[in-house]
């Protein structure tokens, strides 16, 4: 009966997650802007994230876009944890990975909401928005890691992909080292979840380079733009 119940928990958390990624900001925003005439799908790159909204749409627009994408994902992720937590446990440390665990499924099924938005015709964003929220809502310290290469990279390139595929690149092998010399050798947590986290990390962060694939290609020829916005 209680597998029975842990599944149920699991399927609705990830529905639940994945209809709250569905809700693209990118896609409302540009149509509230335009009046209805422009779909950001048709604009720029193409892509309904924050980066094509800020060339194509402008500065306020593409604020609000990377706020409610980041929020969305945030709402999730709680919403996830919570469910999880109601898992049957034996302690402090087996509920603190059941939220974790939570956390991770939710944040999961929000980026492919994003990506693949069921309002929208399955056509969205990249998630990179939406993965930052999720790291940033699971672990603090891997976030800190995750959004400083980010950020590194971004000053020295001012492109917004490779700043992107940088920061994905890290984001497991960082998860690995934080989990196993904190989580795992000083506070007590099985290997289990040092090794689920990192397997988590790695899913997002393979998903989010291969839909790079286009920018990566730009990058290898040359032919990436720098970030520049559109005046509004």
């Known amino acids: 009966m209680n597998y029975f119940v842990d599944i149920l928990i699991a399927v609705g958390t990830a529905l639940i997650a994945y209809l709250l990624g569905s809700i693209n ?26 980066t094509n909204v800020l060339r194509s749409v402008g500065k306020a627009p593409a604020v609000i876009t990377i706020v409610c994408d980041a929020l969305k994902c945030v709402v999730a992720v709680l919403i996830g944890g919570l469910l999880f937590s109601l898992f049957t446990s034996s302690g402090e440390i087996e509920t603190a990975m059941n939220i974790a665990y939570g956390k991770y499924v939710a944040g999961i099924f929000c980026i492919l909401g994003h990506t693949y938005p069921v309002y929208f015709h399955f056509k969205g964003g990249k998630g990179v928005v939406t993965a930052a929220a999720l790291i940033a ?57 040092v090794v689920l986290s990192s397997l988590a990390a790695l899913a997002i962060a393979v998903f989010i380079i291969v839909k790079h694939k286009e920018n990566i290609g730009r990058l290898l020829r040359g032919e990436e733009k720098k970030i520049t916005a559109k005046k509004k």
Do not use: C, E, Q
């Open 137 to 193: 809502s699971v672990d603090w310290r891997v976030f800190i890691f995750v959004i400083s290469a980010f950020i590194i990279l971004f000053v020295i390139t001012k492109i917004i992909s490779i700043s992107s595929i940088t920061a994905a690149a890290v984001y497991a092998p960082v998860t690995f080292l934080v989990t196993y010399f904190n989580d795992y050798s000083k506070m007590g947590y099985p290997f289990r979840f």
């Open 25 to 50: 900001t990118a896609v409302m925003v540009t149509w509230f802007v335009t009046k209805g005439k422009k779909d950001i799908r048709d604009m720029g790159s193409g892509n309904a994230g924050f």
